[in-house]
């Protein structure tokens, strides 16, 4: 039924920008949480960006300032603008989503374990 699909992977320079999207059916971005996660080969699984169905958002520490996250609920699609890219940002990138009215004071947010559904991932790679 749910089914997120990224898009906009690819290989850049440091100090690039890429834009990563997540398009989501069976389901409506303006009633999903949804969130960017990332793993590097051999690296743990771990949460970049959220944001909740009303549009509040959030970036860990390690991306502030070079990272945004944002949606656009009429095309259904979720987005990552990465800019001032690392070589340290070199991941696998999937999206993922949770239904909305969760409470989250009690939920890890940054936990992939938290998140009901995930896309199939889009590579990214930078090279310095």
């Known amino acids: 039924q749910v089914q997120l699909v990224e898009s906009g992977g690819g290989s850049v320079q440091a100090g690039g920008s890429l834009r990563l999207s997540c398009a989501v059916s069976?389901?409506?971005?303006?009633?999903?949480?949804m969130a960017w996660f990332r793993q590097a080969p051999g690296k743990e699984r771990e949460g970049v960006a959220r944001?909740?169905?009303?549009?509040?958002?959030s970036v860990v520490d390690s991306v502030k300032g070079r990272f945004t996250i944002s949606k656009d609920n009429a095309k259904n699609t979720l987005y990552l603008q990465m800019n001032s890219l690392q070589a340290e940002d070199t991941a696998m990138y999937y999206c993922a989503g949770s239904r909305s009215g969760r409470s989250w004071s009690n939920l890890n947010p940054w936990s992939a374990q938290t998140y009901d559904y995930w896309g199939q991932g889009t590579q990214v790679t930078v090279s310095s």
């Open positions: 944001i909740l169905s009303d549009g509040w958002s």
């Open positions: 069976g389901y409506r971005t303006n009633n999903f949480d």
